[in-house]
């Protein structure tokens, strides 16, 4: 009885990092965004489906390699990425100095833009596919099973595995190594220092907007290819998970909102032992308020770098 | 020619007009200082030179281009840098980071030469080079904005307030530092309200007050002028005592 206990609890372990790891995905696009303009891009979920969409119509298409999927979806999800910040962001941005650029009126108008956004692509979507789940060809889902002695995994959940570690580390990559992360991180902690050192921060922030949305396309497709579903609502929810991990993890600190996705993939997923399934959305809802209450700036936001 | 000249300079932030006409001109290689109280817009005149904030009217001309309403990031590329206001430095990034971004306009195979040359003018920014730049002390913060404007290869630094808050003895310390960034080639503008410091070291020097030029002239005659000294030099005082 322990041993398939064990077994059944460490399957669940492995969903939850993969599903931990796909929320940590969607999570850094809302904390690069929220790192630079101190606003939350409630638009971001649907850039998570409009990747979905884009990788099944390329799938459809022409059928081309895995990689070449994703990394197209990856440039579809920045173009979006870039539309959305000219469309949602840049109108209601009036100067560029940092009382501006993080003050009441622009996180409050931006809320709203981004959320009008979000509902108008929804709803496009909706209308061009259907509201239905759409068939995704056989040969492209990433349902072939591993079994590891008594686990049995699926090769999505290595790729996703593997895809996350590897945008992951590129990200950190990018920010800490080369110019454009430097001046994400730059624009972050001092905009107008940012400003003095010859930083242009329209570009800075609309290179953030294409980093942020290609990661949440990617986790988009390689989502919908592993679950079998792919349909208009599917950003929503990873949308809020990854909102939560945000949060919980102190609103900019990526390493946090990374650990915060992980941790709420697992807890969800390992939850099934003793919920139903469908209470497991409970689980990162109850998080969220547990950490707001006790603490209340996230779990890793005290004094840590924004971004 | 002067490196950098104003003529009629002016800024309106709101509807309040800031700087009613400044006309200021800094020949190359020298230092002039800008001093004047609180509140007379000299801080404005810094941003508005460095592409901040726009100007209304008048002309901004440097090294014989117009830069006036020129964005802040095409203000850097002509070669014209500041060490602003408050710092600005990058509080939570280290001192190297901090530098670094400062050479973000020049390319990227000449940061480690100048990164050298930034640390040889401040050793105490060495043994620091990985510490959160948001830990150093306030002059060391200076030292650390200075060296961050240098990396951008300025042919003219703008100096914004650099003793704000500064023990005197940091002060002076920085000041010596002013002149040894000039005698190596750079021509330096410096706001200032401590006026006893900066025309120590300037060659020609402004007055400015309420938005206008109110006094100019060599900096040692400043120094004797009794409005100067009566509004700035603490002349009060000095006939008391």
């Given at each position: 009885?322990?041993?398939i206990?064990?077994?059944?609890?460490?399957?669940?372990?492995?969903n939850?990092?993969?599903?931990g790891?796909?929320?940590?995905l969607?999570?850094?696009?809302?904390?690069l965004i929220f790192?630079?303009l101190?606003?939350?891009?409630?638009?971001?979920?649907e850039i998570?489906?409009?990747?979905a969409?884009?990788?099944l119509?390329?799938?459809?298409?022409?059928?081309p390699?895995?990689?070449?999927v994703?990394?197209?979806?990856?440039?579809?999800?920045?173009?979006?990425?870039?539309?959305?910040?000219?469309l949602?962001?840049?109108?209601?941005r009036?100067?560029?100095?940092e009382?501006s650029?993080?003050?009441?009126?622009?996180?409050?108008?931006t809320?709203?833009?981004?959320?009008?956004?979000?509902?108008v692509?929804r709803e496009?979507?909706?209308?061009v596919?259907?509201g239905?789940m759409?068939?995704i060809?056989q040969?492209?889902?990433?349902?072939?099973v591993?079994?590891?002695?008594?686990l049995t995994?699926?090769?999505?959940n290595?790729?996703?595995?593997?895809?996350?570690?590897v945008?992951?580390g590129?990200?950190?990559?990018?920010?800490?190594?080369?110019?454009?992360?430097?001046?994400?991180?730059?624009v972050?902690?001092?905009?107008?220092?940012?400003r003095?050192?010859?930083?242009d921060?329209?570009r800075?922030?609309?290179?953030?907007?294409?980093?942020g949305?290609s990661?949440?396309?990617a986790a988009?497709?390689?989502?919908?290819?592993?679950?079998?579903?792919?349909?208009?609502?599917m950003?929503f929810?990873?949308?809020?998970?990854?909102?939560?991990?945000?949060?919980?993890?102190?609103?900019?600190s990526i390493p946090?909102?990374v650990?915060c996705a992980?941790?709420l993939?697992?807890s969800?997923?390992?939850?099934?032992?003793?919920?139903?399934?469908?209470?497991?959305d409970?689980?990162?809802y109850?998080?969220l308020v547990?950490?707001?209450?006790?603490f209340?700036?996230?779990?890793?936001?005290?004094?840590r770098?924004r971004? | 020619?002067?490196l950098?000249?104003?003529?009629d300079?002016?800024?309106?932030?709101?509807?309040q007009?800031i700087?009613?006409?400044?006309?200021?001109?800094?020949?190359?290689?020298?230092?002039?200082?800008v001093l004047?109280?609180n509140?007379?817009?000299?801080?404005?005149l810094m941003?508005a030179?460095?592409g901040?904030?726009?100007?209304?009217?008048?002309?901004?001309?440097?090294?014989?281009?117009?830069?006036?309403?020129?964005?802040?990031?095409?203000?850097?590329?002509?070669?014209?840098?500041?060490a602003?206001?408050?710092r600005?430095?990058?509080?939570?990034?280290?001192?190297?980071?901090?530098?670094?971004?400062?050479?973000?306009?020049?390319?990227?195979?000449e940061?480690?030469?100048?990164?050298?040359?930034?640390?040889?003018?401040?050793?105490?920014?060495?043994?620091?080079?990985?510490?959160?730049?948001?830990?150093?002390?306030?002059g060391?913060?200076?030292?650390?904005c200075i060296g961050?404007?240098l990396?951008?290869?300025?042919?003219?630094l703008?100096?914004?307030?650099?003793?704000?808050?500064l023990a005197?003895?940091?002060?002076?310390q920085?000041f010596?530092?002013?002149?040894?960034i000039?005698?190596?080639?750079?021509?330096?503008l410096?706001?200032?309200q401590?006026a006893k410091?900066?025309l120590?070291?300037?060659?020609?020097?402004?007055?400015?007050?309420?938005g206008?030029?109110?006094?100019?002239?060599?900096?040692?005659?400043?120094a004797k002028?009794?409005?100067v000294i009566d509004?700035?030099l603490?002349?009060?005082?000095?006939?008391?005592g």
């Amino acid at each position: 009885m322990p041993d398939i206990f064990d077994a059944y609890f460490a399957q669940q372990v492995i969903n939850g990092i993969s599903l931990g790891l796909v929320y940590a995905l969607v999570a850094i696009g809302f904390t690069l965004i929220f790192g630079i303009l101190n606003v939350v891009n409630f638009a971001h979920g649907e850039i998570y489906t409009v990747g979905a969409f884009a990788g099944l119509l390329l799938i459809v298409g022409a059928a081309p390699p895995l990689l070449a999927v994703v990394l197209l979806v990856m440039a579809v999800g920045a173009a979006a990425g870039v539309g959305l910040e000219r469309l949602a962001f840049r109108p209601i941005r009036r100067f560029s100095d940092e009382a501006s650029l993080k003050s009441r009126a622009m996180r409050e108008a931006t809320l709203l833009s981004s959320l009008a956004v979000s509902i108008v692509a929804r709803e496009v979507m909706a209308h061009v596919f259907g509201g239905e789940m759409r068939i995704i060809p056989q040969a492209a889902l990433l349902q072939d099973v591993i079994t590891l002695g008594p686990l049995t995994l699926t090769n999505g959940n290595l790729i996703i595995f593997g895809a996350s570690v590897v945008m992951l580390g590129g990200l950190q990559f990018m920010l800490y190594r080369t110019r454009v992360g430097l001046s994400i991180r730059a624009v972050s902690n001092n905009v107008l220092g940012a400003r003095h050192v010859g930083i242009d921060t329209n570009r800075t922030i609309v290179a953030t907007f294409a980093i942020g949305s290609s990661l949440g396309a990617a986790a988009g497709i390689l989502v919908g290819l592993y679950d079998g579903n792919i349909y208009p609502y599917m950003g929503f929810a990873p949308g809020i998970k990854a909102f939560v991990a945000m949060v919980m993890g102190g609103l900019s600190s990526i390493p946090g909102a990374v650990i915060c996705a992980l941790l709420l993939g697992v807890s969800e997923s390992v939850a099934t032992d003793f919920l139903s399934s469908g209470w497991k959305d409970l689980i990162a809802y109850g998080l969220l308020v547990v950490t707001l209450i006790f603490f209340p700036q996230g779990l890793f936001g005290h004094g840590r770098e924004r971004v | 020619m002067a490196l950098l000249e104003l003529t009629d300079v002016h800024v309106t932030m709101g509807v309040q007009e800031i700087l009613r006409g400044i006309s200021i001109a800094v020949p190359e290689r020298a230092i002039v200082a800008v001093l004047g109280g609180n509140g007379v817009g000299k801080t404005t005149l810094m941003r508005a030179i460095s592409g901040i904030y726009g100007i209304t009217a008048g002309s901004i001309r440097f090294d014989g281009q117009e830069i006036g309403n020129t964005p802040s990031h095409g203000i850097v590329r002509h070669g014209l840098a500041q060490a602003p206001e408050g710092r600005q430095i990058f509080g939570t990034m280290t001192v190297r980071e901090n530098l670094i971004l400062g050479g973000i306009t020049v390319p990227q195979g000449e940061i480690s030469g100048l990164l050298e040359k930034s640390l040889e003018l401040f050793p105490v920014l060495k043994e620091r080079l990985n510490q959160k730049a948001g830990s150093l002390s306030g002059g060391e913060q200076q030292m650390l904005c200075i060296g961050r404007a240098l990396m951008a290869k300025p042919k003219l630094l703008l100096l914004d307030e650099p003793s704000l808050g500064l023990a005197p003895k940091v002060v002076k310390q920085i000041f010596d530092l002013v002149k040894r960034i000039r005698d190596e080639g750079a021509t330096i503008l410096i706001v200032e309200q401590n006026a006893k410091a900066a025309l120590k070291v300037a060659d020609t020097a402004y007055v400015v007050e309420g938005g206008k030029v109110a006094v100019e002239g060599k900096a040692a005659d400043l120094a004797k002028d009794q409005r100067v000294i009566d509004a700035y030099l603490g002349g009060a005082a000095h006939a008391k005592g």
